[in-house]
């Protein structure tokens, strides 16, 4: 019930293309969702967040997509760049029922290709 | 600001050896935590505190201690190194004033640890 499924592990997409990462969770308390950006020999970045109460929110070239009733979320990232070439994390929480702690999936090593 | 400081970046140590993974904030976060992360498993949480003098276990606390007692400070302590403590560990902190609402966590560089 706590865990957070991530996938896939790896993905290469062309430069210009749409990254998509998917997630999904089994506990319907979670109502907090971000995503983390991680560069090699760094520590994760907040990308994007969102709540359970919108489908959609969309930051410049990012998008996350909530499905509640399929218990899953995505990161979608439109005219991808080699920058973007990066290690990305779903994360979820409980709010003050755990303290605010992130439950993390795997996390997807993405790679854009020139 | 400096955001969060950790040091060392990289350490070996060998079996039953202890030592003291330190983490540091300028940003006046009362929430900090310790999480190690492992290939294929993302991140795990070790230990927290929601402000100076109040710890609490995360999901993998054993073998590690923590103590609080400003608000800028959160050591991180292996007691008895294992092989299986070998992982790269992050400190992370965030504003979270009497924990009313999630708020970002900004991480550290991170801290390498090899236990041979």
């Known amino acids: 019930q706590q865990q957070v499924k991530q996938s896939p592990q790896s993905l290469i997409v062309q430069k210009g293309g749409i990254s998509i990462i998917n997630c999904a969770y089994e506990n319907t308390a979670f109502d907090y969702f971000p995503w983390y950006q991680q560069f090699p020999g760094k520590g994760p970045a907040l990308l994007i967040a969102?709540?359970?109460d919108v489908s959609e929110k969309k930051e410049g070239r990012f998008t996350i997509s909530f499905n509640k009733s399929a218990k899953q979320f995505s990161l979608h990232i439109m005219d991808s760049q080699p920058g973007d070439s990066a290690t990305y994390f779903c994360?979820?929480?409980?709010?003050?029922?755990?303290?605010?702690?992130?439950?993390w999936g795997a996390g997807t090593k993405l790679i854009i290709k020139p | 600001n400096a955001g969060v400081t950790q040091t060392p970046k990289f350490q070996v140590l060998k079996t039953g050896q202890s030592m003291t993974l330190q983490c540091a904030q300028d940003m006046n976060h009362e929430y900090m935590s310790w999480y190690r992360q492992d290939p294929g498993m993302g991140l795990r949480l070790i230990h927290y505190s929601v402000g100076a003098g109040i710890t609490d276990q995360g999901e993998v606390p054993n073998g590690y201690n923590v103590s609080r007692s400003t608000t800028e400070d959160f050591p991180l302590r292996l007691l008895s190194a294992a092989p299986s403590q070998t992982s790269v560990y992050f400190c992370?902190?965030?504003?979270?004033?009497?924990?009313?609402?999630?708020?970002?966590?900004?991480f550290g560089p991170g801290t390498r640890l090899l236990v041979l």
């Open positions: 969102i709540r359970p």
């Open positions: 994360a979820a929480s409980r709010g003050w029922k755990s303290n605010y702690q992130l439950i």
């Open positions: 992370a902190s965030s504003y979270s004033s009497n924990l009313q609402k999630q708020e970002t966590q900004y």
